[in-house]
């Protein structure tokens, strides 16, 4: 006998010849449930022999691999006739068939679904002329183990070879998640996508092009990418550690507008970190200067109030602004509607220091602030300028002086808020269809 597994594929219906049926299968239902596998009909599973015109008996008298009294099985012709001596339901035959019909792809005539494999070693002599192959003794066992270890290996290694296409999808993009790129030549860190993670050499690197570099455009390129390198906190602290925030704020001075603007998007990232702020304060002077004597609503004007904005988070640094504040109320009243919101974070935040009340009081204001507060202005806006009145109210009240106000200079801001064309805004916001500007104005009209 030669050992082996045997697949048969099964013929279309119109071409499929007739076979003789199992001497060792009993009726139609007589089947053999091996573990693992689903059950194998002995009946529909062999061709329908009366298709081919007549039944064939297989032989008997109990010969090699023939149970003691086999009897012939009759399949059930297309017409749904019954055929003869069918066996009771749930007879159990002890052989196996070496493959069903089912391998061809269509739904065997039993109810197994997928093909079967015969596990026992293909018979030789009468048995495998009449297509007949030995009892399966271990159960099938051997034929679905071997399937059920192909599929896993098939799953694992498919899994596999994902998961290392991932990892090298993620290292070729320069993925956040998966660390630092690879070390290149220090104009390579600047071409291409500038939101990868640098290491402390990489950005040492980008910092001695950035000091050395007389070329626009490597500078331009070198601080958007340093800038956005300082977006991630332990940039923020290699970058100073490495002394790039010097390298960084003699940019400022360079006459190309695109380049300070790139400096000043770089600090305003590394000014996240408050150690960081110690070091960028010494340009808070200068910075000042170029949003007040640069376009209006330029590029350069709303990096430096951002800038500004930052440094202004905390009560530190907030004084060194003290002789700018007239001068930020002028940019204010003048500017588009992006450099109002960007001021006003700027204004917002002195006014929450009691140490910045009486600076922000006495600033000369032009009375068209009061426009400010109609309710047809833009709720952002809005609901900064209320936020700035309410600050000061609050601010007041902590020193005490809110009762006892000294004599308001003419023009200062402190005329306009508690005068009475202010007051009347006031009620008329406390009936604002937004919720939140109703809020703000009625705790501040009874300061009136």
Not at 45 to 71: D, L, M
Not at 177 to 186: D, E, H, K, T, V
Not at 350 to 379: I, R
Not at 418 to 436: N, P, T, V
């Amino acid at each position: 006998m030669v050992a082996g597994l045997t697949r048969e594929l099964r013929p279309a219906d119109s071409q499929r010849p007739a076979r003789e049926a199992p001497s060792h299968g009993q009726g139609r239902n007589a089947s053999r449930r091996c573990p693992g596998n689903r059950r194998v009909a002995g009946g529909r599973a062999g061709a329908a022999v009366s298709r081919a015109g007549g039944n064939r008996t297989p032989p008997q008298g109990g010969g090699q691999g023939s149970p003691e009294g086999a009897k012939p099985v009759q399949h059930q012709p297309e017409s749904g006739a019954q055929p003869a001596g069918r066996q009771p339901r749930g007879t159990r035959s002890g052989w196996f068939y070496g493959v069903s019909g089912a391998a061809s792809g269509r739904r065997s005539s039993g109810r197994c679904f997928l093909p079967q494999l015969s596990c026992a070693p293909v018979a030789s002599g009468p048995a495998h002329a009449a297509g007949l192959h030995q009892p399966c003794p271990s159960g099938g066992m051997i034929g679905v183990r071997h399937a059920s270890w192909v599929a896993a290996g098939l799953v694992l290694g498919a899994g596999a070879c994902y998961g290392i296409y991932l990892l090298t999808r993620g290292r070729r993009r320069g993925g956040r998640g998966l660390g630092p790129r690879r070390s290149g030549s220090a104009e390579d860190l600047t071409s291409g996508s500038h939101d990868d993670v640098l290491n402390a050499s990489q950005l040492q690197k980008l910092l001695y092009l950035l000091e050395s570099t007389e070329d626009p455009v490597i500078t331009e390129r070198a601080l958007v990418t340093l800038g956005n390198s300082a977006a991630f906190s332990a940039n923020q602290a290699i970058i100073r550690e490495l002394g790039g925030i010097p390298v960084v704020g003699n940019k400022l001075n360079n006459p190309n507008q695109s380049i300070k603007e790139k400096a000043l998007n770089a600090l305003n990232n590394l000014s996240v970190n408050v150690e960081n702020q110690v070091k960028i304060k010494m340009y808070i002077h200068q910075v000042c200067e170029d949003v007040l004597s640069g376009p209006l609503n330029s590029a350069v004007q709303l990096a430096g109030l951002r800038l500004l904005t930052n440094m202004t988070v905390t009560n530190d640094h907030q004084h060194m602004l003290s002789s700018y504040i007239t001068d930020l109320f002028h940019v204010l009243l003048a500017g588009n509607g992006h450099t109002k919101v960007q001021v006003l974070k700027l204004i917002v935040n002195l006014s929450e220091n009691p140490a910045m009340t009486e600076g922000l009081l006495t600033a000369q204001v032009d009375s068209s602030f009061l426009a400010l507060y109609d309710g047809h202005v833009a709720k952002e806006i809005l609901l900064r300028v209320l936020t700035l009145f309410q600050n000061i109210n609050n601010c007041l009240k902590t020193g005490g002086r809110l009762a006892v106000r000294p004599p308001s200079p003419q023009g200062s801001l402190s005329l306009l808020l508690y005068g009475e064309e202010c007051a009347q805004k006031m009620r008329a916001l406390a009936s604002h269809q937004d919720a939140d500007v109703q809020e703000k104005a009625v705790t501040i009209i009874p300061e009136f």
